[in-house]
């Protein structure tokens, strides 16, 4: 598995897989793409933890048309480096982060 952060108030849109374009017709399925129960918290944004299936490469990704987000520029942005467990590990255990599970419980800093 792999895995992404991505804020709250956006969504996935097209996705590449090791052949491509992500086509549901040829590989007769979507692809596995899940949000965990857990985000990170960095000053005002809440950053979910996304899974995604190992053949997925890339994640074009953007902000919901009825998302409350302040205006932006920004209208996509692709993902191409996926992260590993471990990088995700890394990532949960830096001393800047707060986690919180779906279910509004905190965990402390980390220090």
Same mark, same amino acid.
Request: proline share 12%; hydrophobic share 35%; net charge neutral.
């Given at each position: 598995m792999k895995y !992404? !952060? %991505?804020t709250e108030g956006w969504t996935v849109g097209r996705v590449w897989g090791v052949?491509? %374009?992500?086509?549901?017709l040829a590989w007769?399925?979507?692809?596995?793409i899940e949000r965990m129960n857990l985000c990170l918290l960095e000053s005002s944004e809440k950053l979910w933890l996304y899974r995604v299936e190992d053949p997925v490469i890339m994640v074009e990704v953007k902000p919901l048309p009825d998302a409350n987000l302040p205006?932006?520029?920004i209208g996509q942005v692709f993902i191409r480096r996926l992260m590993s467990g471990d990088q995700v590990l890394a990532r949960l255990c830096d001393s800047q982060t707060i986690c919180q599970m779906a279910d509004g419980m905190r965990s402390p800093k980390f220090s």
């Open positions: !992404f !952060f %991505l052949e491509g %374009l992500w086509n549901e007769r399925r979507a692809p596995q205006p932006s520029t």
